[in-house]
């Protein structure tokens, strides 16, 4: 017994061939990978856009703007947030 179906949308043709060469990128095809996005949002029953296992450049310039604050707080010896935060108001 076939229990497959096919699921006809409507997407921007770019869009889709984008999409398309993406996934072949990852060696997944686009239908397998639309696939595993209904079963998430079956099981889940939310929509989660952000599958990407790389850091949004927001997470990326928090995390350099904490490593430069770490820097100047051992450059200046500073043993507490709270003598960063002077030190920083004095830049």
Partial sequence: MNT???????TDK???IE???TAEEFGIPLGTIMNALLRQFVRTKE???DMSPRPSKLLIDAINEAESEMSV???NDAK???ELISHLKNL
């Fill in 73 to 75: 707080m051992v450059k």
């Fill in 4 to 10: 497959k179906t096919i699921l006809n949308i409507k």
């Fill in 47 to 49: 929509i989660n856009l």
């Fill in 19 to 21: 999409a398309q060469k």
């Fill in 80 to 82: 507490t947030s709270q």
């Fill in 14 to 16: 770019v869009l889709k």
